[in-house]
Nanobody, 128 residues
Framework: QVQLVESGGGLVQPGGSLRLSCAAS????????IGWFRQAPGKEREGVSC??????????ADSAKGRFTISRERVNGKNTVYLQMNSLKHEDTAVYYC???????????????????WGQGTQVTVSA
């Protein structure tokens, strides 16, 4: 069974940092484009950042550029995708999801179409 598991969310003060992790269970992330998305209360889900399966191509929403960094690393032989979030703002508060699909980076982040596989989400709250 294909499962994505996010971790690393929490409560952080404005200006603080968090590092989200996305790992796979039942399959490997090696050949998938991976994206981070978020959904705030009353708002539509939006693409935050995506990374290709092989050549390192990345994409960032304008709101994430310069503050967030997406990366892939092999941890204990398994491919894990991270989202390093710095200089967090109140408006970054949302449930963050990772997703996977065989597609290209721009389509993934544009939800065009929505990715096939999703994690359960992790809450990020930015508040003083």
């Amino acid at each position: 069974q294909v499962q994505l598991v996010e971790s690393g969310g929490g409560l952080v003060q404005p200006g603080g940092s968090l590092r989200l992790s996305c790992a796979a269970s039942g399959f490997t992330l090696d050949h998938y484009v991976i994206g981070w998305f978020r959904q705030a209360p009353g708002k539509e889900r939006e693409g935050v950042s995506c990374i290709s399966s092989s050549d390192g191509e990345t994409s960032y929403a304008d709101s994430a550029k310069g503050r967030f960094t997406i990366s892939r690393e092999r941890v204990n032989g398994k491919n894990t995708v991270y989202l390093q979030m710095n200089s967090l703002k109140h408006e970054d508060t949302a449930v963050y999801y990772c997703a996977a699909d065989w597609t290209v980076v721009q389509r993934m982040c544009g939800l065009a179409p929505p990715p096939r596989y999703w994690g359960q989400g992790t809450q990020v709250t930015v508040s003083a």
